[in-house]
């Protein structure tokens, strides 16, 4: 008996089931950038005008009104940022600015831009954040800024910061790159303090592609940010241009700026669906019980935090596998992970400046642990089942007895 045509249908005599197709891969993050958006990004194309022009300014007066009227400069990312506002705090040479270990490295690698030195303050073991307990003690005479970080989203305690600060006559800079849409006693991170600093990064909450931008006090501010902005120059009548600093390239393109613009307005929107996300992975998790034993959640903020990562804390302690095999399993399963941060002070650059293993415990167990799992507005709920039952099913098979 000859088979059955490719298309004729084949009765089974077992029980298998049939294969299902594969899932598709689960980023730990997306952009979520809609259609008049890159129909706007064409039309700025299509202009002729695509460096630094109209949208930037367009785009720096929407954050302007975003953060209560402040004044705020956009710039190519949300690194140039905090240096610059090193740069116009005076900070340089000879001075000292405390901050966390736990974060991107561009966060103490600009202190070191700018000739200071960045001192090292441990993190609060359930927030992640700098422990302010431990602040005052790390001021000496050289101690001229303060620069926290906001990570995942959860604002530093701004109130006792602030206080700090104030206290010792110190300036702060705030490293608010994850906290676009957070808020700290019902106001806007940005509408208030000194200086803060956002970024656009395509993993942020909103991006305009690569960029950033810094609030600031006062026009004097601002206008030395735009001086460091672009060489120094200060432009006058039709002709003239003055130089009294060394500034960078530091200056956002149209194109990035029309992305920016489409973003904004949605902001609400994105950390509405992020924290609808976040409730979901509290639920499901505390649902697999003993499956999850030992797994440290993040802080349940659903007041301040704009959810910009979901992290949780490996139990180092009660398994047989490295974060780095928990992280190739997932991948395997098809989910992305990654991990915020390895600590700043045991990268070679740092250990030659003579911090060591020991000196910050709770950051680098942090470093060490800290899984962040997918999080993004264009997820849905069983995405997040998926993510959390997978997770849990590989920490159960490769628990110690």
Known sequence: MSAPAPSAPVNRTDSTPAARPPLPFLPMTRPTIDEETIAGVAEVLRSGWITSGPKVKELEAKLSEYCGGRPVRAFNSGTCTMEIALRIAGIGPGHEVITTPLSWVATSNVVLTVGARPVFVDIDPVTRNIDLDRVEAAITPATRAIMPVDLAGLPVDRDRLNAIAKRHNLRVIEDAAQSMGSTWGGRRIGSFGDFV????????????????CLVMNDEREAKLAEQYRLQGVIRSGMDQIEVSLIGGKFNLTDVAARVGLGQLPRLAEFNARRRELARAYFELFAAQGAAVEGLQLPPADFTNTNWHMFQVGLP?????VSRADIMARMQEAGIGTGVHYPVIHRFALYRSLGWKDGDFPHAENAGRNLLTLPLFPAMTRADVVRVVETLAAILQAHRLP
């Open 197 to 212: 600093s956002f970024s656009f990064h395509p993993n942020k909450n909103i991006t305009t592609i690569e960029g950033g």
């Open 316 to 320: 180092e302690q009660k398994l047989k």
